[in-house]
């Protein structure tokens, strides 16, 4: 993936790393523009860990431009602090996101690449600030940017495996079905819980 910088509306900056197949690799009519928020404590390298591992095999696979950014106050993007009163850090995301982030990489990216729309893909604490973006896009009369859809990843409600033993039906003195696994009528040998 190759690296990027704009200077945004506000005058702050965003960078990260995108994935623009050329055209002509095309086979699919719509074309997302998908942006990738990475987690806490990353930045926009956790979308093109390594040459095997990156958001931009599929990319060019699929012919569908991917764009992580390194998220405000996170790289080299600019500083969303100080967070002011009645507001937290994903608002301010968020905000940012919206009214800054996305417009850019739209005009930049998706008009010119023939993308029909943005699809936010949140990981963990990036979903956060994804999710204040999409609510404040759907308050626009005129979007500065279409957006598709939100892919989050990596953020719920539910307890670690790794942590926390999930209640379980003992088949036999090495077997066991997991509650969330019955329905899909699947045992797991219970050594393998113990990794």
Same mark, same amino acid.
């Given at each position: 993936m190759q690296?990027?910088? %704009?200077?945004? &509306? /506000? /005058?702050? @900056? *965003? @960078?990260?790393?995108? &994935?623009?197949?050329?055209? &002509?690799?095309? =086979?699919i009519e719509h074309c997302p523009l998908i942006v990738g928020l990475?987690?806490?404590? %990353?930045d926009s390298? %956790?979308?093109?860990?390594?040459?095997? *591992?990156?958001? &931009?095999? +599929?990319?060019? +696979?699929?012919? *569908?431009?991917?764009? +992580?950014?390194d998220r405000p106050s996170y790289?080299?993007?600019?500083?969303?602090? !100080?967070? !002011?009163?009645?507001?937290?850090?994903?608002?301010? @995301?968020?905000? #940012?996101?919206?009214? %800054?982030?996305?417009?850019?990489? #739209?005009?930049?990216v998706g008009v010119p690449n023939g993308c029909n729309c943005i699809v936010l893909l949140g990981h963990s604490l990036g979903v956060m600030g994804a999710i204040v973006a999409c609510a404040l896009h759907t308050q626009d009369n005129i979007p500065l940017y279409p957006l598709g859809g939100l892919i989050a990843s990596g953020m719920? /409600?539910?307890? =670690?495996?790794?942590?926390d033993m999930p209640s379980f039906v003992p088949i036999d003195s090495s077997h066991l079905v997991l509650r969330f696994w019955r329905r899909a009528n699947v045992s797991m040998p219970y050594h393998l819980l113990q990794r």
């Open positions: 690296p990027f910088k %704009y200077i945004l &509306s /506000n /005058n702050g @900056t *965003v @960078t990260g790393v995108h &994935s623009i197949p050329p055209k &002509s690799v095309r =086979s990475h987690g806490g404590t %990353y390298q %956790y979308f093109d860990a390594t040459p095997k *591992v990156s958001a &931009s095999l +599929a990319s060019v +696979a699929f012919g *569908v431009p991917f764009i +992580a950014i790289g080299g993007t600019s500083s969303i602090l !100080p967070i !002011p009163d009645q507001s937290d850090f994903p608002q301010e @995301t968020g905000r #940012w996101l919206h009214h %800054y982030i996305l417009p850019k990489l #739209w005009t930049e719920g /409600n539910t307890s =670690s495996l790794k942590t």
